[in-house]
């Protein structure tokens, strides 16, 4: 998952004598706003010759319906976009550090930071009391650059982008929306794939199941053209997220995948699902013979949309 000049660090740092650019925030979506910040740290560093590092945290459940992406899922992003370290936090064993021995043990000695970058409403330390202010007034005590970027709003409206933007997108099933406010990355699901009970290959449309994480953010429960990464292959299909009611009404978010021209058996591995267009929304039907036709028509509702794309 990480590319070899890219180190990822769980709690502790190596000691860099030359310093760091340190993109600074929780980076939940990696939307605009996070990309201006992250690409702002990586062309500093490498116009002083030094490594750009991203501090992220886990163990901190966003407000709103969880984490857009896990940890995990935010390095995968984060070494597509020219970062050379990333240093992840557990949140519970910083939450009660005081704003100036956050800066003081985090950003001035563990980070060793020659700059530091972040947004305009950048918190830390207990209770989020810390803000861009008061790290402004240490960096210029202390000797450290700094830059703060104001908010970024999306284009042709006056709507700031920002995490809870996004989930206002993806909690009403317009991907069109959350597709712009990432710049152009769409929103995905990643994991091993699942035993499930195998109704879908009785039915004949053998699905990929990922059960969805207690952490993870739901996206509207409902019916999607997707895409699969699967190693170095990419497909498309047609998901259904949610709980299956008309089978079984399942106690957890599941994503289970047809995809096309395709029938291979990949239990355990590891795909990425992202969510292209949103379909229809997740139904009961009355019987397992109005679920199989609503299937077939969804379906070609994806192909369509996938055509039209030029992506099949």
């Known amino acids: 998952m990480i590319k070899p000049i890219q180190k990822y660090y769980l709690d502790t740092l190596p000691y860099d004598r030359d310093g760091r650019v340190v993109?600074?925030?929780?980076?939940?979506?990696?939307?605009?706003?996070?990309?201006?910040?992250?690409?702002?740290?990586?062309?500093?560093?490498r116009s002083n010759g030094l490594k750009c590092l991203v501090q992220t945290f886990t163990g901190l459940a966003k407000e709103g319906g969880g984490i857009i992406y896990t940890a995990d899922e935010r390095i995968s992003i984060l070494e597509t976009l020219g970062v050379d370290e990333v240093l992840t936090l557990n949140f519970r064993d910083v939450k009660d550090m005081s704003p100036d021995?956050?800066?003081?043990?985090?950003?001035?000695f563990a980070l060793n930071s020659h700059t530091v970058i972040c947004g305009f409403d950048y918190t830390f330390g207990s209770g989020g009391t810390g803000g861009a202010d008061l790290l402004k007034d240490f960096c210029g005590k202390t000797g450290i650059d700094i830059e703060v970027v104001p908010e970024l709003k999306l284009e042709g409206t006056d709507r700031k982008i920002s995490t809870s933007y996004l989930k206002e997108a993806l909690s009403s099933g317009d991907m069109q929306l959350a597709r712009k406010l990432c710049g152009g990355m769409d929103f995905f699901y990643s994991g091993y794939v699942?035993?499930?009970?195998?109704?879908?290959?009785?039915?004949?449309?053998?699905?990929?199941n990922l059960n969805i994480?207690?952490?993870?953010?739901?996206?509207?429960r409902g019916v999607y053209a997707v895409r699969v990464t699967l190693g170095s292959r990419v497909l498309y299909g047609v998901a259904n997220v949610g709980?299956?009611?008309?089978?079984?009404d399942a106690a957890n978010d599941v994503i289970e995948t047809f995809i096309f021209d395709f029938d291979e058996d990949i239990y355990g591995a590891f795909i990425k699902t992202e969510l292209l267009s949103?379909?229809?929304p997740e139904m009961q039907f009355g019987s397992q013979e109005e679920l199989m036709s609503a299937v077939e028509r969804n379906k070609i509702e994806a192909k369509a949309y996938l055509e039209a794309q030029g992506l099949m």
């Open 23 to 45: 993109a600074l925030g929780m980076f939940d979506g990696l939307h605009e706003g996070h990309r201006k910040i992250i690409a702002k740290a990586v062309r500093k560093a």
């Open 213 to 220: 994480t207690e952490e993870k953010f739901k996206v509207r």
């Open 243 to 248: 709980r299956r009611p008309t089978l079984e």
């Open 278 to 280: 949103f379909l229809r």
């Open 101 to 108: 021995d956050y800066l003081m043990r985090i950003v001035k």
């Open 194 to 208: 699942a035993h499930g009970k195998k109704m879908g290959r009785q039915m004949g449309f053998p699905t990929a």
